[in-house]
T-cell receptor, first 117, second 116 residues
Framework: EAGVAQSPRYKIIEKRQSVAFWCNPISGHATLYWYQQILGQGPKLLIQ????????DSQLPKDRFSAERLKGVDSTLKIQPAKLEDSAVYLCASSPRTGVGSNQPQHFGDGTRLSIL | DQQVKQNSPSLSVQEGRISILNCDYT??????FLWYKKYPAEGPTFLIS?????DKNEDGRFTVFLNKSAKHLSLHIVPSQPGDSAVYFCAASDSFTSGGYQKVTFGTGTKLQVIP
């Protein structure tokens, strides 16, 4: 089984520029997550999709961050314009469909390390 | 509001001994708990989980214990091996009050070093 694929692995941009990250989840996984992990902290959920619908984006800074999941498969996360505090690793994860009382572990990609100059 | 806390940022253990990693949580609605292991430059990898209806789950060298009254869980690794050196994240999820979907909250991680 192929894992979660993310690209690029590394990205360096200047503040106020824009950047986009791509994620291809494990085939058949209905739930897709984007996390932000700042150095020394645990992953923080930015947005969660169930198929192609958003179920939680309460911690997504919507003035600069956007995400979409086309056809319920691949997803892109965009930052525009970037700020210095956006320097972090952006992790994508997927899991089979979850529901009340139906819990599944998440499978993570290796992340994109973003540096803002 | 840190709902999942790992108060020890690091831990060093001799090879062959037991490693005990601790995690505390505040949300009584959490119903599923997980441990992930993370190597540098890689994504977290699922290690072991436990449902809130159990107090122990074992998988080879790894055992997770859950004390619901204390809102505490721990991961035991016996015997510890140098390849276990990594950052370990505790995570908890609540599917009942999150609109029917699984919402996962992570701790800040504990860096384990197993000394040969």
């Amino acid at each position: 089984e192929a894992g979660v694929a993310q690209s690029p692995r590394y990205k360096i941009i200047e503040k106020r520029q824009s950047v986009a990250f791509w994620c291809n989840p494990i085939s058949g996984h209905a739930t897709l997550y984007w996390y932000q992990q700042i150095l020394g902290q645990g992953p923080k959920l930015l947005i969660q999709f169930q198929n192609n619908g958003v179920v939680d984006d309460s911690q997504l800074p919507k003035d600069r961050f956007s995400a979409e999941r086309l056809k319920g498969v691949d997803s892109t996360l965009k930052i525009q314009p970037a700020k210095l505090e956006d320097s972090a690793v952006y992790l994508c994860a997927s899991s089979p469909r979850t529901g009340v009382g139906s819990n599944q572990p998440q499978h993570f990609g290796d992340g994109t390390r973003l540096s803002i100059l | 509001d840190q709902q999942v806390k790992q108060n020890s940022p690091s831990l060093s253990v001799q090879e062959g001994r037991i490693s005990i990693l601790n995690c505390d949580y505040t949300n009584s609605m959490f119903d599923y708990f997980l441990w992930y292991k993370k190597y540098p430059a890689e994504g977290p990898t699922f290690l072991i989980s436990i449902s809130s209806i159990k107090d122990k789950n074992e998988d080879g060298r790894f055992t997770v214990f859950l004390n619901k009254s204390a809102k505490h869980l721990s991961l035991h690794i016996v015997p510890s091996q140098p390849g276990d050196s990594a950052v370990y994240f505790c995570a908890a999820s609540d599917s009942f009050t999150s609109g029917g979907y699984q919402k996962v909250t992570f701790g800040t991680g504990t860096k384990l070093q197993v000394i040969p």
